[in-house]
């Protein structure tokens, strides 16, 4: 289990049981804080009860009570794996319909698979699981924690969408192009499914055209976001300021031509999110870090590199409880030895909802 | 007194640092020597002025006001207007699984930022009509475009090279002929494929036709009394058969003319334009009675599916007007009436063009289409009265032209322009539409889909001139006369004031093949830099 994996360090320990730790008040003092604008400040203390935050900050008031621990290290937010299939045996789809907007990605995720400990161990604490774009309304996604108590945090974030025509397309029924699928999806009527009105969607596009149409279709009043297929450049002028996500190339697999897109996107204001699932298969949890220190790299820009795999990655999915260091969020917190975007890098200690749930070899 | 130098030297700075806006400014005027204002008539020495992306005045001389754009020895024409054209339209935007896709908008799926534009805008098209593919029945809404002028949201693009949308839905298209029946197929055990249904054959796809139209009718009638729900396609049909959305016919072969009219008849259609019409002159009399415009296909469409290899610039521009160089005969009018003749290069003309020695030579091949080579062994020589077939008269016999350069032949099937249907493509077309009284325009077809631009819209004109095309007839044929028929002549299609500043100055005499648009400008904005 992965709960086993306790703290021994730092005397008299994190917050690692909690029973024992329930209404206490720990005042987090790590060397650095990693904060919204991506950059990391000295001096600032994280206040944690209850797995929640508290309050973050340089002159904080410590309440009575409070326990406080110096932590040598910086601490991040826990990174948000925006688009996943981690935790899953078989893929979320099914394949017998065109539309399945009933169908829950939840009912897909094993809270048991061992794929969760290598999520801990990247330092991701949350990890969004989506159904498969194979269908024009394909159901919900699910947000579960990957450590920790109480981990699934939603059963339905966002009702996915697909207009990716290799994937909804239908030798047999139809629809053979995007005309045809976008003709199906504006008569199906999404804004009508219980819950997309709150909820909002998140579409599969790979197409000007498809973006277009989902607007046209839902209105100014639900809430889109995106997951770009295909080549993004050739559409990404239609994405201006929407939060989009974007598949991580395999290791090595950057070209010259995906990273100047990445760039370009970034410089056109597109707030891009990565994710580990990508149409040629999953990508190591590792990468989702990896991508993130390109992007940063890349656009001199590490407050969207990090919100692309926290707080922008957080908003790809609907929620505002994780994703940042911030008061209200949960206590999803990663103690590295340098800043997270520096490849260098190690993870020291892992705390979801406030508890220790995974640290390394060396933090002691 | 001393912010004096401070003002202007800040003015110095702005404009020196936006070279765009001095490169697009909001009003400017082209002082050129010829101007062929798309009904046919040409002026010399004209000054056009142009305003907030229209056309403001028009002036007789040679009195350049400041800043006015002076090239010696230009042509102007307004904005060549393709009115017939499948740029951008691909896979994305056909529905296959139907037969009838009426409310399908073609704007809908469009890449606005397809190549096909740029190539299109550098050609001097500067609006073009959309059309749905030929593979559906109904194949849904045409669009009309400006090549240029459009947002783009390709990251990589150049801006404002992308596409403006005109009119979403321009006319509605319907395909006679084979086209709509390729892919499909009657049932096997299981049927596994939407493509296992009718039509598998000409007559089928009129059935699915005729049979829409009646479904149409029907619905109306349910409609009114409030049992049906609301169906995109049939409102389309029933549109178009109030003479709210104009009809556009695909039709090739001359039996697909012919239904064309037919069916106009049987539903009352208040009027249709034939697109594509590959052997409308064999109908020509019945069109012309029956008032029916005709959008000319291609003669020839893309160097691929024109030839197996493309050839270079210079062989292209030379195939553009051959008979200027060396079949001067085919300028004789007893050549262009005679209808349904096809025109066949007499043996091995030989010319020198640009120091490239270029001949073409009439491939003979026998009655199955295989080649005939007399100096095969094993090639006998028959007795021709005893062997042909009688199944093919003897003017159908398969020829081929050749372009060779240095003894090694580059392109083959140049008179055999596109595929399936179009095959028999003439491009004495447009001259044998004309003389019979039809009004007529040509269109670019999938022309501007390649990159060899010598099959573009401007060398269709040249060659239809080169076939017998009064030249005024050319001009009007991809300007104003094609604005006509596409319903968009009160904003393009000519130079005139208050319509849409749509230019292109050419070189030289738009007609001769040596020119090349060198600005061209859509909406008062130039988006072609040549100089």
Redesign the interface.
Known sequence: MILATYLLAFAPALPAQQAKSQGLIWALQPTQVVLPDGSAAEGQTVLIQDGRILGVGTDLELPSGARRWKLDGVLAPGFVDAFSAYGTDAPAQEDSRVMTPMLRAYDAVDLGHQDWTELCEAGITSVHILPQPNNIQAGWGALVASGGEGRMLASRTRQALSLV?SRVG???????????A??LFEVADTARIPGVADRGVLAHVD???AI??VRRSLGKDIDIRWMMWGD???????LKGEVAGMPIPGIGAWTPRGL??LK??HK?GVKIVFGTWSPSGARQPGDLRRAAATMSRLTGDPEAAMASITSHAADFLGTDQVGAIGKGRRADLVLWSAHPLDPSAKIRAVLINGIAVHRSADSE | MFLTPLLSSLLLFTSADTPDELRRPQVSSYVVDYLHDGSGKVWENVVITVADGKISQILPGKDAPDGAIKIEGVHATPGLVDAFSYMAVD????????ET?A??K?A??????APAFGRAASEGVTTAFLTPDSLNAFG?LAAIVKTAGG??????AEEGSAARMMNDAAALKISLGNDVAIGNRGPNRV????FIRRPTTRMGTVWSIRSTFYSAMRYAEAREAGSVEYH?DYEVVLAAMRGEIPIRVHARRNNDVQTALRLAAEFQWPGFVIEEGTEAYRAAQMLAKARIPVVAGPGYDTAQRAISRGPSLEEMRFWAAPPEICCEHLHEDAFVAEVGAFPVFPHHHECEVDGLSVFFHEEERDEWGIPVDHDDPLHHEHDHEEEVNPMLPEHELVRDVVLTIGGKELARGLQNGRFSEGDQSTPALPALLHKAGVQMAIGGAEAHDSISTESSLIHQARRAVAYGLPRDQAITSITSRAAVLCGVQDRVGSVEVGKDADLVLWSGDPLEHSSRPLLVVVDGEIVVDNR
Do not use: H, K, M, W
């Open positions: 025509l239908d030798s047999a029924f139809g629809p053979s192009s995007l005309a045809g976008i003709e197409d000007a055209s277009r149409s993004p450049a050739s559409y990404g002028g239609e100047e897109t370009r996107l056109a | 896979d994305d935007t056909v529905e296959q699984s139907r896709t409310g399908l073609l809908a799926t469009i890449d606005l930022d849904g947002e783009s949201v390709d990251l990589f049927p596994n494929s939407y995109a």
